[in-house]
């Protein structure tokens, strides 16, 4: 057998959709709320790969340090909007269904921040990135981003 090191090659016109569903998603929303939102999903999935390509996408776009960092403690630090709040404790919901389903009082906040429309891109962006997540950490995929390797 050979190891899928190029999702791409492997299945190009499987991915080529995947891609593009992921990149309509994100356009949906503001970038900085995407960013944060693929930040918190990969953190909660363990991949490394996608962390490390979404904290360097969030920095070029101009997201601080102090809240890239402070996403893996979300709930207690206090420079998030309302609305970035309610679409991390979705995200947590949403990423973390077999630890039980939780996402009650996350969809009272997602119904106070965002449209319909809104919750539901919101909710399949989530999807995505958990699908991205699956895909890096499932085939043990790395790749380096010219900004990492910048910095």
Request: proline share 5%.
């Amino acid at each position: 057998m050979t190891k899928i090191t190029d999702p791409f090659a492997a299945s190009p016109q499987l991915m080529k959709q995947w891609m593009a569903a992921s990149l309509a998603a994100e356009k949906s929303l503001e970038t900085s709320l995407v960013e944060l939102v693929k930040i918190r999903a990969s953190i909660l999935n363990g991949c490394a790969n996608c962390i490390n390509m979404h904290t360097a996408d969030a920095r070029a776009k101009g997201e601080t340090e102090q809240r890239i960092y402070l996403l893996a403690a979300w709930p207690e630090a206090p420079v998030y909007t309302p609305r970035e709040r309610a679409a991390m404790a979705w995200t947590d919901a949403l990423t973390r269904l077999s630890q039980g389903h939780t996402q009650g009082e996350a969809k009272q906040a997602l119904d106070a921040h965002f449209t319909p429309e809104e919750q539901m891109n919101l909710t399949v962006m989530i999807n995505i990135i958990n699908g991205w997540n699956r895909i890096a950490v499932g085939f043990d995929l790395w790749l380096e981003q010219p900004a990492t390797k910048a910095a």
